[in-house]
């Protein structure tokens, strides 16, 4: 890697991972016989290999997955519709009622 000092080859940083995390990166490392700084590197490098390119959109995969369920969507709104086109007797005779007159004020 060329850097402003001159060429790097390692860098060293400090991370703050969660002590969880930690405990199981270490344990994990140990179990394989590496240090943990080779675990991290590697675990990193997989991460970064299966990250999208800079302007593609991970979602983009999934498009048209539910095709399936178009006709499903095209019944429930048919039944939603017809739902709402039946009139309730007792709501519409309350609005279609000629609202009563009340008595004239009087004036003293």
Do not use: C
Request: charged content about 35%.
């Amino acid at each position: 890697m060329s850097h402003k000092y001159g060429n790097i080859k390692r860098m060293k940083t400090t991370l703050e991972i969660p002590d969880t995390i930690f405990r199981r990166a270490k344990s994990k490392a140990a179990e394989q016989g590496i240090p943990l700084r080779q675990f991290v590197t590697e675990a990193v490098e997989d991460k970064l290999k299966t990250a999208p390119a800079a302007g593609q959109k991970p979602w983009i995969k999934h498009i048209g997955k539910l095709k399936d369920l178009h006709q499903e969507t095209v019944r429930i709104t048919k039944v939603i519709e017809q739902a709402f086109e039946e009139v309730d007797p007792e709501m519409w005779a309350s609005e279609t009622r000629a609202p009563e007159k009340s008595a004239p004020e009087k004036n003293d």
